[in-house]
């Protein structure tokens, strides 16, 4: 077992009626608030006019950031980072997915630096413990941004995404009712619910002997939830059981509950990071679309046992003694799921990406060095990765 420290302060309130607590929490910290959201969603389905009136009736005086990009910018944090500096902002009010959560971290950030500046925490990897307080009201079930320390910012001048973490980014509230992500496209939702599944394997689960055997099983509890409810919810919007399934595993699966020293490299995230950098592209349909291969590559005889696994716990496939083919079929069941039950696109070719920047994304992605986990990585292991994914 691995030495770790668990700490997530964040308190969030879960369910239908519970938006009216929001005045309450704000009123704690104090009366000027920076709203900030992304494309206007929030207006045509009425959460926008509610928050308002809420924060209205109490005497909370706000100021806006909208238009908050998918993959988020940093010069649009470093713009609310400048409203709060000039306007005196208490604190920042998040409402929409991840990326709206992430923006919102990285103008708390900015906020607090001399010169509004997100970048320059971000490229020097800061670990931020100073920062304008968060409270995220979520709409999307994806990215575990409600209730963990992180944000990934995007310089699209550079090519690069990367992530921004810190203490003081984890959001002091967040608001999770399923009901606001019913107006979701088909796409946002079979996308963010890869993003889920993909921070359980990414993040914690390939870790051998590192884990408890009840963190594990937590693992691919949530990772089963995924895969039971994303169908329904994709096919049933006001599925209000799916929804909630979705958005409590979202916040389960990067919170740090399920960590328990068992992180390693990330390095479909990684992967993928670059693609977005590069392309702009839906960060849960880029993940769909490396995970698989990702496996492929690694499985090997070491690693075989620990994929097999995750085709019967996840996947209820029946256990064998063979690993290496229960494997295979481990990593066939994924690849069903990801592109004919989710309906993603399932090559980077579908989405107009070639080879011409493969070899410098992969150089990126791993730093020079070694991408750790169940199998090591370096930039030759990377490139070969994207060709798979063509």
């Known amino acids: 077992m691995n030495d770790f420290i668990f700490h997530n302060p964040a308190k969030v309130y879960f369910g239908k009626n519970q938006i009216g607590h929001l005045p309450e ?39 806006e950031l909208s238009g908050v990009e998918p993959n988020p910018r940093h010069t649009t944090a470093n713009k609310g980072a400048q409203i709060c500096k000039k306007e005196k902002i208490d604190l920042v009010l998040a409402i929409g997915g991840g990326s709206t959560i992430d923006c919102a971290k990285g103008v708390a950030a900015a906020a607090l630096t001399d010169d509004g500046d997100v970048w320059p925490l971000v490229s020097n990897g800061v670990w931020v413990t100073k920062a304008l307080p968060v409270i995220a009201i979520l709409t999307n079930a994806a990215t575990g941004s409600e ?43 079979a996308c963010g619910a890869f993003d889920i599944f993909n921070h359980v394997i990414d993040n914690y689960y390939l870790a051998g002997d590192a884990t408890f055997d009840m963190i594990l099983e937590f693992q691919e509890a949530v990772m089963r939830t995924v895969v039971k409810w994303a169908p329904v919810a994709m096919k049933e919007p006001e599925n209000y059981e799916a929804r909630a399934n979705l958005m409590w595993a979202s916040s389960m699966a990067l919170n740090t509950v399920l960590d328990a020293g068992t992180v390693h490299g990330c390095a479909c995230h990684l992967l993928e990071h670059e693609l977005s950098a590069y392309y702009d592209i839906t960060h849960g349909h880029g993940l769909a679309i490396v995970t698989p291969r990702w496996l492929k590559y690694i499985l090997d005889e070491k690693t075989a046992p620990a994929i097999c696994r995750l085709g019967v716990k996840v996947f209820g496939l029946a256990e064998t003694t063979d690993a290496m083919a229960g494997a295979e079929k481990a990593i ?36 020079g060095g070694k991408i750790s986990g169940l199998k090591e990585l370096g930039a030759d292991d990377l490139e070969e990765i994207y060709k798979m994914c063509l």
């Not at 309906?343 to 980077?348: E, H, V």
Request: aromatic letters at 10%.
């Open 25 to 63: 929490e704000i009123l704690k910290i104090g009366k000027r608030v920076l709203m900030v959201y992304g494309g206007g969603s929030i207006k045509k389905n009425g959460l926008y006019d509610t928050v308002k009136k809420l924060l209205d009736e109490n005497g909370i005086e706000t100021f």
């Open 147 to 189: 209730t963990d320390g992180w944000a990934v910012i995007s310089n699209m001048e550079t090519n690069e995404k990367i992530g921004l973490g810190g203490s003081a980014l984890i959001p002091v509230v967040a608001f999770e009712n399923p009901e606001y992500s019913y107006t979701l496209p088909t796409y946002q939702t």
């Open 332 to 367: 066939e069941a994924l690849s069903d799921f990801c592109f004919n039950t989710l309906g993603l696109k399932p090559n980077l070719s579908d989405l107009g990406i070639g080879t011409e920047h493969f070899r410098d994304m992969a150089e990126h992605a791993c730093a």
